[in-house]
């Protein structure tokens, strides 16, 4: 018997009667004797020949010649029988050769810093049978977490997971959002996540300037090395005490920043105080977020409501969370979407009023006078600016011609 | 009937043919001729119906006691015989014990070939392919999925089965393409007469409906119940008149899995959002409006559908005319806030279904004849606004299969599905891919809905709308709704999934018809290797 030192068996993805869109991979390298892929797959009669093809080829480019290759398939979406085959190749020390990444869908025209950021709906990056229909919910973004939601073990996985979902899944008009690591571990997640030209990229648990600097920079050398030269907007998540004493210093540390947002899961449990429904405990550290974020010149988006079942609880969240100066929040399920949404759109009495003061505006302008005035009261610029956003939001909710 | 095994065999090797729908189907199924479709509303039968024989109070007793010790005497008077056909009924669902009672009453009493008869089949039954390698069976013609349909489509069973919606099942035996021998009916609540009822009792189901044929029409009628009452039994939704034999046991069913405790709402948002989708093109195309009548099952997506319905009724003020069950709480939830006049119940899926046909007389028991039967005088399936079905596959066409998985496998019985296609607006609700398996094809497995019944088809990813109905079309345009051609959703899908589906493999021979509600033979099951 040799004695194959370098050589191991690796594995990834998941299989089993309740697994869904997923498959297991696991390869065991040979010394001779070619690739033999094992096969069993739910989708085998319509798909065994395609499965097969594409693991072949995969396997082929990674470099791999000889091994056992062994599939459980659960019906799993080409793009995410590449990124487990990656996966396991790489785990088991192989993959030498060019991966092979699913082809590319066009990509979406590129997303403006201060676009509508309502709702953004987090999908764990190691489950991609939530991937796919993610963007068919109508939220302004959908995040790929690699962060919270994947098991340490996993990262690696869902890294690749996410880079192919970049690819290859079509998220319609949702920003195309990514939530990176902790640094150091995040910044690993770059080299596979930046060149598939994510619109923005989370960045968890910041807690001072510098740590936006090194993410931005190692972006900004990502990009260049793979010619990508579209924005991607940056999203600091504040997590920590320290974090919200920093919030203006870190909003302004880099002009990529295009929001500023709380965690107020980690936010607490730094406080060492219990997260509440109405939010007491979080007030101040929330109020400071959207100062500094109005300060900065960004935008300020509020944390998530994590009680899925409590719709009015979630509803009288965003009602307040839009009257503390915050644009939108995060959403963990589908349904809160809706809710969301009604919450942060401009109420008719607003639109009204800003309609009126629009008029105004316009009519000063026509008359070329430099003062706006509405009846006997004179308007301030900034009251007319605020207007005039608050008529673009509304129009882009669709509550305004 | 000479239903000899050996002759069975084959006759079974009979010539196919193609029907109206370009389908090869056998011209004899298990030794009768058959008649191929004809195309929606072609096959116009003759003659007159079965009768069964007439018989005399002389025979029994005055006292009105039918009584007899158990199933295996009341079957010996019965008459069992080698070949005949015994029939059961589904409304215990999954808990019933009756029907395999029965069947093994008659195997203690030896007889073989029994063709069983069963008004659906469920995988609690699977004890049958027992009696089906003994010989006791022959062949089942009825619904069959779960241990039932593999053994089915892998060709085991000896005679081809027949697949009949519930109103084709009332057709075949009022036009006396299948004769019961003997009925074996379940019965909630019965009296010594005979008379049953199944909204009361221990293992109270709601309607009896399934039965009702049977007892008119069969040579024998046995009621076997749990729950004995004296004479009346009040109410008798199957008449004593008809009853031959009484035999009391101490369960006929599994109370748990007769009815669910409460039936849930999907979670699943992309199933919401199908259902939610159903819900807003009722209201969009006008068909929700004061008076109107619409039919879904019981499935996740049907229940949500109802649930979103019933908010835009109350948003707007609108009231429905009846409802047809399978009704569940949702829709007694319409009929108790008014929001419906009626609920015509076919059978009745969870605790507060049994509760409200139990007690409000707005909560009516109907049958298949009443409900579904193509050879009568009209039936009220096609009185029904809008019905709301699932599917397996749909093609371009709009043809669709809710009989076999797309690998020809048995999965479900066509249940009222084919009989519901008549309603006004006939929507499938499906996802647009399951297990990367699309939905939507080029050409469906088994053909089950002729496309020209079939009118839109809701998926997550968008609504198509059959071209055939441009009123539909012209109804619903300016909403905000998604609708698509149905090729365009079918080629996004079959993107997503990484081109389209190779054909599985199948043998070429038939182990079970399916019949159009006239009788007729519309596709055929193929073995699967």
Redesign the interface.
């Known amino acids: 018997m040799t004695l194959a030192m370098e050589t191991r068996s690796g594995e990834a993805g998941h299989w089993g009667a309740e697994i ?2 997923d498959l297991h991979v696991r390869i065991e390298p040979r010394e001779r004797g070619g690739v033999e892929i094992d096969l069993e797959s ?2 085998k ?6 499965i097969r093809r ?1 693991a072949e080829e995969v396997i082929e480019a990674l470099g791999v010649r000889h091994a056992l290759v062994q599939i459980h398939d ?5 793009f995410v029988i590449a990124a487990r085959i990656e996966a396991a190749v790489r785990r088991a020390g192989l993959a030498e050769g060019t991966r092979v990444l699913p082809d590319r869908m066009a990509l979406p025209a590129a997303s403006a810093g201060d676009r509508m950021r309502r709702s953004r709906l987090y999908v764990p990056g190691s489950e991609p049978k939530y991937f ?2 993610a963007a ?2 109508g939220a302004d973004g959908v995040i790929l977490d690699l962060e919270d939601s994947v098991h340490p073990g996993e990262k690696d996985a869902a890294r690749l997971l996410v880079r192919n979902a970049l690819r290859a899944v ?1 998220f319609l008009h949702c920003e195309r959002m990514v939530r990176m690591n902790q640094l150091p571990l995040g910044l690993e997640d770059l080299h596979e996540i930046v060149p598939e030209s994510p619109d923005l990229i989370l960045i968890p648990k910041v807690e001072t300037p510098d740590q936006v600097v090194e993410v931005s920079r190692r972006i900004e050398g990502v990009k260049a090395e793979y010619g990508v030269t579209r924005p991607i907007w940056l999203m600091p998540i504040l997590e920590s005490a320290l974090g919200i004493e920093n919030a203006f210093a870190i909003a302004k540390a880099s002009d990529q920043i295009a929001a500023l947002t709380i965690g107020l899961e980690d936010y607490t449990a730094d406080l060492g105080v219990v997260k509440t429904a109405g939010g007491a405990e979080s007030l101040y550290a929330r109020q400071v977020v959207a100062n500094a974020a109005h300060a900065a010149g960004v935008q300020a988006i509020d944390s998530v409501f994590g009680d899925v079942g409590d719709m009015d609880g979630l509803r009288a969240w965003g009602l307040n969370s839009r009257a503390l100066g915050f644009e939108g929040m995060g959403c963990v ?3 809160q979407i809706a809710v969301i949404h009604e919450a942060f759109a401009p109420t008719s009495a607003e639109i009204e009023k800003a309609q009126k003061i629009v008029a105004a505006f316009n009519e000063a302008q026509e008359k070329g006078l430099g003062v706006v005035s509405l009846g006997s009261k004179m308007i301030d610029p900034p009251v007319v600016h605020r207007a005039l956003k608050l008529m673009e939001r509304a129009r882009a909710m669709g509550l305004a011609d | 009937m000479e239903r000899d095994g050996g002759l069975v065999a084959i006759l079974d090797k009979s010539a196919l043919t193609a029907n109206a729908a370009g389908r090869m189907v056998p011209e004899t199924v298990n030794g009768r001729p058959q008649a191929p479709y004809k195309g929606v509303g072609q096959h116009h039968p003759a003659g007159t119906k079965a009768s069964p024989p007439v018989r005399t109070a002389a025979d029994y007793p005055d006292d009105g006691d039918k009584r007899v010790p158990d199933l295996e005497t009341a079957l010996r008077k019965c008459g069992l015989r080698d070949g005949m056909v015994i029939s059961s009924h589904h409304h215990l669902r999954d808990g019933d014990r009756v029907a395999l009672m029965a069947l093994e009453a008659a195997a203690r009493i030896g007889v073989k070939n029994l063709m069983w008869f069963p008004s659906a089949s469920f995988p609690s039954q699977k004890g049958a392919i027992e009696l089906m390698e003994s010989g006791v069976i022959e062949h089942i013609e009825g619904s069959m999925n779960g241990p039932l349909g593999d053994y089915c489509t892998q060709g085991k069973m000896r005679g081809t089965g027949v697949l009949r919606s519930h109103g084709g099942r009332w057709q075949a035996i009022q036009d006396g393409e299948v004769h019961v021998d003997i009925a074996v009916i379940a019965a909630p609540t019965a009296d010594p007469f005979g008379n049953c009822d199944g909204s009361h009792g221990k293992s109270a189901c709601g309607s009896l409906g399934f039965a009702l044929a049977d007892s008119t029409y069969a040579d024998h009628v046995i009621a076997v119940t749990d729950s004995l009452v004296p004479f009346p039994c009040i109410p008798w939704q199957i008449q004593g008149n008809n009853v031959d034999y009484v035999v009391e046991v101490d369960s006929i069913g599994d109370p748990a899995k007769i009815v669910s405790g409460t039936t849930q709402i999907t979670r699943s948002p992309d199933r919401l959002r199908i259902a939610e989708f159903v819900a807003r093109f009722l209201r969009e195309a006008g068909i929700m409006r004061n008076g109107f009548s619409f039919q879904a099952g019981a499935g996740g997506i049907a229940l949500a559908f109802v649930s979103y319905l019933k908010q835009m009724m109350k948003q707007d003020g609108v009231k429905a005319r009846f409802v047809r069950g399978g009704s569940t709480k949702y829709l007694v939830e319409l009929l108790e806030e008014g929001l419906t006049d009626y609920i015509l119940d076919g059978q009745t899926f969870d605790l507060d279904g049994v509760r409200s046909i139990a007690n409000n007389p707005r909560h009516v028991a109907t049958s298949p004849f009443t409900s579904y039967n193509y050879h009568g005088k009209g039936n009220f399936a096609s009185l029904v606004d809008a019905v709301v079905l699932g599917a397996t596959e749909v093609d371009t066409n709009f043809n669709a299969n809710v009989v076999t998985h797309s690998d020809g496998r048995l999965l479900h019985g066509i249940g009222g599905w084919q009989n519901c296609l008549s309603a006004g607006c006939t929507i499938l609700a499906v996802p647009s891919f399951r297990d990367r398996i699309p939905v939507i094809g080029d050409e469906v497995t088994t053909l089950c809905g002729p496309g020209e019944l079939i009118d839109v088809v809701v998926t997550e990813r968008g609504i198509a709308i059959n071209p055939r109905r441009q009123d539909l079309m012209d109804a619903v345009q300016g909403s905000k709704l998604p609708i698509r051609p149905i090729q365009d959703i079918k080629k996004e899908v079959e993107r997503i999934c990484g081109g389209k589906p190779q054909q599985p493999k199948r043998g070429d021979r038939p182990v079970a018809v399916v019949k159009w509600v006239d009788g007729t033979v519309l596709d055929t099951v193929w073995q699967i290797p």
Do not use: C, F, K
């Open positions: 869904r869109s739910r989708v009669p319509y798909y065994g020949d395609s594409q659960e019906g799993a979406l080409p796919i229909n068919l919910h079509d399920h589908p349904l």
